[in-house]
């Protein structure tokens, strides 16, 4: 009897340190949970926002459309054009980076002010992927209608291409994007010529992510 009240005995003694220390981790975990960082609205590219060191960020695609535009507002190149506002075709923009985002994004906050303050018109019936089917299916039928063609005159086509590189020294890495846009003129006595080009680059170093600039 003795020996079975001993063992007993023992072996709540050992449970105890194992019940202590169960309790204690899942305090732990609780207490990390609850220091976690809430959802919270911020600023678009603000002083807010998370900053890495190899990758594209908001605050480095708002700023090259911010600068870009406003080298072609400065220039008033699209001022120029034979047609009131001037017509303006999207082409290819190409990212050259390991970084993953919708190009659309460089483009349409430049697009928006110059649509809506009357400066330039943006053809979105071209191509085999047109922004508008709906407006190509339009001018198909007016064609088929008419027996003429239909053609929407472009003054200028944009180009660009958005690059990187990259470099280390211990654990310490960089990255410098550049991004590029380019104007062609695609009508009138310049036709075929660069009229406009604007690089904007960014360059990052660090060794992690971090919230803010």
Known sequence: MRT????????????????????AS???SMALVACGSPAKRIETGGPQSITTVTQ?????????STQMLSSLLELGVLKQAEQKPAVLLIDRITNDTTSEFPIDNLVYGMREQLVNSGQAAVNTTYGANPESKLAQD??????????????????????GR???VRR???NVRQAT?????????????????????????????GTKASVGF
């Open 4 to 23: 079975t009240v001993s063992s007993a005995i023992r072996s709540r003694t050992n449970t105890l340190p194992l019940a202590l220390s169960m309790a």
């Open 26 to 28: 899942m305090a732990a």
């Open 56 to 64: 594209v960020d908001d605050q480095d695609i708002m700023g090259a």
């Open 138 to 159: 339009e001018a198909k039928l007016d064609q088929f209608e008419t027996g003429e063609r239909v053609r929407i005159k472009n003054d200028f086509a944009l180009t």
């Open 162 to 164: 958005i690059t990187e």
């Open 168 to 170: 280390a020294a211990g």
């Open 177 to 205: 994007f550049t991004f590029r846009l380019t104007l062609t003129a695609t009508s009138g006595p310049r036709k075929g010529l660069e009229v406009w080009t604007k690089q904007a680059q960014f360059t990052k170093q």
